[in-house]
Each structure stands twice: as C-alpha cells, then as structure tokens.
C-alpha cells in the first residue's frame, strides 16, 4: 500500500521495512506487553551514519544516564544496543 519494501524478519513479531527511493529503515514490533500510556510505541530506532560510531554512541548515553538493556545484532552486519532514556 505504500510502497515499503521488506527487508527482514527477526522472529515472528518484528519487521525491518524500508520506504521507496531512500536508506531508512521502519521497524514494526509486535508487543502485547507493551508499557501502559505509550500508546503501544514500545521503542524507536535509527541507523548511525557510520556503524563505527556505535560504542561511542552507546557510551555516551550511558554517560547521560541511560543504560543499555542488551545488545546484538538483528541479521549479519546489522548491529543494534537496546538502551533507555535517562
């Protein structure tokens, strides 16, 4: 319906899409624990110009008060640290 192509599934609830024409990437997750009032919007995500810049990314929100809840990668090459907001 909007052109979106798939990229990749992680497990049966999570889907890597991507819009027409551009590098980004949507993640839609299905989460039936979802915390109350976020209006089921569990997380948000983004990819890091340069993958190098990862640790530091995550250092740096660590240093701000967030912590990193895990840390993997959804398919080869494709990195990702769960984290939360200070």
Known sequence: MFGLQEL??????????????TLDTITLQQSPDASPGTGNIDHFGFRLADRRQLQRAIEEVIAAGGGLLERGEHQPQSPYPYLTDP
């Not at 990749?8 to 024409?21: I, Q, T």
């Open 8 to 21: 990749s599934w992680d497990g049966p609830g999570m889907v890597f899409l991507r819009p027409p024409a």
